[in-house]
T-cell receptor, first 114, second 115 residues
Framework: DGGITQSPKYLFRKEGQNVTLSCEQNLNHDAMYWYRQDPGQGLRLIYYSQIVNDFQKGDIAEGYSVSREKKESFPLTVTSAQKNPTAFYLC?????????????FGEGSWLTVV | AQSVAQPEDQVNVAEGNPLTVKCTYSVSGNPYLFWYVQYPNRGLQFLLKYITGDNLVKGSYGFEAEFNKSQTSFHLKKPSALVSDSALYFCAVRVLSGSARQLTFGSGTQLTVLP
């Protein structure tokens, strides 16, 4: 099946820990994205990548880091600097970064601080 | 800066009745408009988009949306609602230029279809 796979679905982080959320796509898409979803606030862009080995900060990048070493993979690390990391995280991709291209989403990962 | 407003947090409609979920936008330049649906604990599913051309756009699951440039609106509609349409709906906008090319979402509208 073609699609975007996020793992794990549920993740618990202790205070001071870094955690990494995985995102893999087999759609051969060039562009990939990470969004954060909080209740009542819609989705906010954390980072995006238009091509391998390149990525840009979105609106709320502080406390997060990414890498794009392979076209199909775009992992997100939530660092201890992110003070309020409990949220639903969504990875997405599109064939290219042009604004008319549809962005497709994975099933999301829940991160909870314990 | 671009923005999207979904003025209704909650919309209730009886099964079989028509439904409308409202969306207005503010951008500089021509907008690219999208609707997504989210079921509980799931990712977003793409429904439809407006790029250019015909103002009435048809999408998945019988949904359609009408682009109205003068009112800067892109309302989502369906002639006959199903209970299974109950979900969270997001409107989103992109524009052509610079960093604003990224997708900006509204805050979402919870649609409940009552049997």
């Amino acid at each position: 099946d073609g699609g975007i796979t996020q793992s794990p679905k549920y993740l618990f982080r202790k205070e001071g820990q870094n955690v990494t959320l995985s995102c893999e796509q087999n759609l051969n898409h060039d562009a990939m994205y990470w969004y954060r979803q909080d209740p009542g606030q819609g989705l906010r862009l954390i980072y995006y990548s238009q091509i391998v080995n390149d990525f840009q900060k979105g609106d709320i990048a502080e406390g997060y880091s990414v890498s794009r070493e392979k076209k199909e993979s775009f992992p997100l690390t939530v660092t201890s600097a992110q003070k309020n990391p409990t949220a639903f995280y969504l990875c997405a991709s599109s064939i290219g970064a042009a604004p008319g291209n549809t962005i497709y989403f994975g099933e999301g990962s829940w991160l909870t601080v314990v | 800066a671009q923005s999207v407003a979904q003025p209704e947090d909650q919309v209730n409609v009886a099964e079989g009745n028509p439904l409308t979920v409202k969306c207005t936008y503010s951008v500089s330049g021509n907008p690219y408009l999208f609707w997504y649906v989210q079921y509980p604990n799931r990712g977003l599913q793409f429904l439809l988009k407006y790029i250019t051309g015909d103002n009435l756009v048809k999408g998945s699951y019988g949904f359609e949306a009408e682009f109205n440039k003068s009112q800067t609106s892109f309302h989502l509609k369906k002639p006959s609602a199903l209970v299974s349409d109950s979900a969270l709906y997001f409107c989103a906008v992109r524009v052509l230029s610079g960093s604003a090319r990224q997708l900006t979402f509204g805050s979402g509208t919870q649609l409940t279809v009552l049997p």
